[in-house]
Nanobody, 127 residues
Framework: QVQLVESGGGLVQAGGSLKLSCAASGRTGRIYAMGWFRQAPGKEREFVSFIRWSADNTYYADSVKGRFIVSRDTAKNTLYLQMDNLKPEDTAVYYC????????????????????WGQGTQVTVSS
């Protein structure tokens, strides 16, 4: 079993920054990828970003490209999301996810492509 714990959410003004963290624990001997999704009220869970754990390849949704940076600390099994120039439309619950076995890049951009999920952390951006 794997546990994921997100932290770093909060309230910020438009144009501001936040950095989210997601710590993985448990049976994490093999990590293929970790990623971030977000969900606003009444909307579907939306892909934000993911990183291939070994290859260090990163992928971003068009809506956040150029504003967000995903990174990882392999020694700590921790995923990060640096969010800059935040906009009100970024307001959502942000969830981290982990995939332990091979998965295609295409499927990792969907919520069905991941093994385990964290509890989520609220990000609110005021105008």
């Amino acid at each position: 079993q794997v546990q994921l714990v997100e932290s770093g959410g909060g309230l910020v003004q438009a144009g501001g920054s936040l950095k989210l963290s997601c710590a993985a624990s448990g049976r994490t001997g093999r990590i293929y990828a970790m990623g971030w999704f977000r969900q606003a009220p009444g909307k579907e869970r939306e892909f934000v970003s993911f990183i291939r754990w070994s290859a260090d390849n990163t992928y971003y949704a068009d809506s956040v490209k150029g504003r967000f940076i995903v990174s990882r600390d392999t020694a700590k099994n921790t995923l990060y999301l640096q969010m800059d120039n935040l906009k009100p439309e970024d307001t959502a619950v942000y969830y981290c996810a982990i995939q332990l076995t091979f998965q295609t890049t295409e499927r990792l951009t969907t919520a069905r492509g991941w093994d385990y999920w964290g509890q989520g952390t609220q990000v609110t951006v005021s105008s």
